[in-house]
């Protein structure tokens, strides 16, 4: 097998990968964020307990 035709290969599928997970990142990121806004401007706080006495 001729490594110096494969290495290219390898590097361009890496960079490939690396830019589709730093996407991926990005889009759940925003998506955590529109969902923290969205429940914010509801006045809806997930973490809230109800006083039982």
């Known amino acids: ?3 110096s035709a494969a290495l290219p ?3 361009v ?3 490939e990968g ?3 997970a730093l996407v991926v990142g990005i889009v ?3 998506l955590k964020k529109a969902e923290q806004n969205a429940t ?3 006045g809806i706080s997930r973490n809230r307990r109800r ?3």
Request: hydrophobic share 50%; charged share 15%; glycine share 0%.
């Open 1 to 3: 097998m001729n490594l």
């Open 9 to 11: 290969t390898f590097v």
């Open 13 to 15: 599928t890496l960079r």
């Open 18 to 20: 690396f830019e589709a």
């Open 28 to 30: 759940l990121a925003c």
């Open 40 to 42: 914010q401007s509801l």
């Open 51 to 53: 006083n039982r006495s």
